[in-house]
């Protein structure tokens, strides 16, 4: 099975600041035929299913607000957020789908400084 | 837009075989262009895929589930089920039905990231 780790585990960031969450894979998500990452990010509110923001490692989800970017390639993924605000504070957690069992981190609980 | 709607016991006895349904609405099951996949996350924990169904009838699942893990298909009622045997505590969670994309072009194909979900359903295994 691929391994997806996170770091960090939680993170506090203040009204309007950059938040960065990092996510590895115990091997690469890239597929060479289509040079697509399989890397997917989500966002997890209390009492809600996850919601995805990105695909693609990169691919904003339509309706997903601007602020929140992927980036990254092969074992090495992040997720940005430009200036966090008050409704971001939720779990996030990757996920890759490059191949069966499809596996996700443990996630990153994002809250306000 | 399409929704999904889990539903089944909230409550089964250890050793028993729990048994959940995914209601598939604003679209059709049998579209041919999505796997049907079951995950689920206990509670304050992560998330683990169960498996998933194509519409041809042909499932995945994961390993460490496989021996007691079934996924199977009704297109008369658009939907999709879940059996998990012998259940233990263990197996307490939110299982939550979800939708893969299958993206086909020039005779290949491929999958997404899970684009819609069910809201989820608690299922406690206690005596």
């Known amino acids: 099975d691929i391994v997806m780790t996170q770091s960090p585990d939680s993170l506090a960031v203040s009204l309007g600041e950059r938040a960065t969450l990092n996510c590895k894979s115990s091997?690469?998500?890239?597929?060479?035929?289509?040079?697509?990452?399989?890397l997917a990010w989500y966002q997890q509110k209390p009492g809600q299913p996850p919601k995805v923001l990105i695909s693609?490692?990169?691919t904003r989800e339509t309706g997903v607000p601007d602020r929140f970017s992927g980036s990254g390639s092969g074992t090495d993924f992040t997720l940005t957020i430009s200036s966090l605000q008050a409704e971001d504070v939720a779990v996030y957690y990757c996920?890759?789908?490059?191949?069966?069992?499809?596996?996700f981190g443990q996630g990153t609980s994002l809250e306000i400084k | 837009q399409v929704q999904l709607q889990e539903s089944g016991p909230g409550l089964v006895k250890p050793s028993q075989t729990l048994s959940l349904t995914c209601t598939v609405s604003g679209g059709t099951i049998n579209s041919g262009t999505y796997y049907w996949t079951w995950i689920r996350q206990p509670a304050g924990k992560g998330l683990e895929w169960i498996g998933r169904?194509?519409?041809?009838?042909?499932?995945s699942y994961n390993p460490s589930l496989k021996s007691r893990v079934t996924i199977s298909l009704d297109t008369s009622k658009n939907q999709f089920s879940l059996k998990l045997t012998s259940v233990t505590a263990a197996d307490t969670a939110v299982y939550y039905c979800?939708?893969?994309?299958?993206?086909?072009?020039?005779?290949?194909?491929?999958?997404?990231?899970?684009?819609?979900w069910g809201q989820g359903t608690m299922v406690t295994v206690s005596s």
């Open positions: 979800a939708r893969e994309p299958l993206y086909c072009s020039g005779g290949s194909c491929s999958q997404g990231a899970f684009d819609f």
């Open positions: 996920q890759q789908y490059f191949s069966t069992p499809y596996t």
């Open positions: 693609w490692a990169s």
């Open positions: 091997q690469s998500l890239l597929f060479s035929s289509n040079n697509k990452n399989y």
């Open positions: 169904l194509y519409t041809s009838g042909s499932t």
